[in-house]
């Protein structure tokens, strides 16, 4: 199989979504810290964990399971604005991005494979 094939564009715009998410994510610690008060004890491994977490699963996505982690992600994004109120709209923003990027991803995959199925089967005619 060609190396053309194996590529997912599902994975590849899933992965640049989580990894733009970690940057949020870890940047919204110490707005948390300054502006919502909220004490480093929780803020740190709060945001920085979120932050690692994103960057792992988007390193994790060749498996269907990294994907269902990637939606739970989606789900902590949001819920991060009980701590920084601003990461309601923000991880509102990621978790469009995110389910733009997985369905569309998905529908090129499918187009793709049918595409190479139909060269296939012009080639061995």
């Known amino acids: 199989m060609s190396d ?3 590529k997912s564009p599902r994975r590849a715009m899933c992965a640049a979504v989580l ?3 970690a940057i949020t994510v870890a940047l919204s610690t110490p707005v948390m810290i300054g502006i919502s008060d909220v004490r480093p004890a929780v803020a740190l491994p709060v945001g920085l964990g979120l932050a690692l977490a994103c960057l792992l699963v988007a390193g994790m996505l060749r498996r269907e399971s990294g994907y269902v982690i ?3 992600l ?3 994004a949001i819920a991060l604005g009980l701590l920084a109120p601003l990461m309601y709209f923000l991880g509102a923003v990621f978790a469009l991005l995110w389910g733009t990027g997985y369905g569309l991803g998905r529908k090129i995959e499918r ?3 049918a595409a190479f199925a139909e060269y296939d089967r012009q080639q061995a005619s």
Do not use: D, I
Request: charged share 35%; aromatic share 0%; net charge negative.
């Open 111 to 113: 187009e793709r494979a």
């Open 74 to 76: 989606q789900v902590a």
């Open 4 to 6: 053309e094939r194996q």
């Open 19 to 21: 990894s733009l998410e």
């Open 70 to 72: 990637g939606h739970v």
